[in-house]
T-cell receptor, first 114, second 114 residues
Framework: DADVTQTPRNRITKTGKRIMLECSQTKGHDRMYWYRQDPGLGLRLIYYSFDVKDINKGEISDGYSVSRQAQAKFSLSLESAIPNQTALYFC?????????????FGPGTRLTVT | GENVEQHPSTLSVQEGDSAVIKCTYSDSASNYFPWYKQELGKRPQLIIDIRSNVGEKKDQRIAVTLNKTAKHFSLHITETQPEDSAVYFCAAPTRHSGYSTLTFGKGTMLLVSP
């Protein structure tokens, strides 16, 4: 789904470095999410934002921060990367009508911290 | 928050057989239950969802059933085909003050052998 894009798609970084993952969407959705996927652990919510002025911690927010620069852009930062943050990261969006509904995922960013 | 358990973690079937994946949830007020399919190297995509005012929903070879009393819901795939091979995730809403996010199960890897 080209409507949700993530950059970079792959990144290798060293322990202690700061890194930013970016997400953009053209779906016009208010709600945006960042998830982390690890083998056998499913999709775990890191942060979510229900509009530009709204930022909330998810299940596993420690070591991460986010910025909602505009309705269409939601960035995830690792202030000081550590090896156990090696994972596949997904951004997702959903609209705000009628309660919980379909989430649209980006293609993912594979991050390796050495 | 919501606790979602998904079983089995892996499932191998022969082409043409049926496959069933089951999820349980903890919040009796949950009212929306989606299933996502993630093919190898791809993003998760919604394949079917059900709301709590119905007990079953079908879409061609896939169906979802919901038992609110027992707090479980299941994905049924009939006449499986090799292209059904993927990881499947269930999810249920986690309530916050005034809105909901989704809590995902840990996933089921389905392998359909020709």
């Amino acid at each position: 789904d080209a409507d949700v894009t993530q950059t970079p798609r792959n990144r290798i970084t060293k322990t202690g470095k700061r890194i930013m993952l970016e997400c953009s969407q053209t779906k016009g959705h208010d709600r945006m999410y960042w998830y982390r996927q690890d083998p056998g652990l499913g999709l775990r919510l890191i942060y979510y934002s229900f509009d530009v002025k709204d930022i909330n911690k998810g299940e596993i927010s420690d070591g991460y921060s986010v910025s909602r620069q505009a309705q269409a852009k939601f960035s995830l930062s690792l202030e000081s990367a550590i090896p156990n943050q090696t994972a596949l990261y997904f951004c997702a969006t959903s609209d705000s009508t009628g309660g919980p509904g379909e989430q649209y995922f980006g293609p993912g960013t594979r991050l390796t911290v050495t | 928050g919501e606790n979602v358990e998904q079983h089995p973690s892996t499932l191998s079937v022969q082409e043409g057989d049926s496959a069933v994946i089951k999820c349980t949830y903890s919040d009796s007020a949950s009212n929306y239950f989606p299933w996502y399919k993630q093919e190898l190297g791809k993003r998760p995509q919604l394949i079917i969802d059900i709301r709590s005012n119905v007990g079953e929903k079908k879409d061609q070879r896939i169906a979802v059933t919901l038992n609110k009393t027992a707090k479980h819901f299941s994905l049924h795939i009939t006449e499986t085909q090799p292209e059904d091979s993927a990881v499947y995730f269930c999810a249920a809403p986690t309530r916050h003050s005034g809105y909901s996010t989704l809590t995902f199960g840990k996933g089921t890897m389905l392998l359909v052998s020709p």
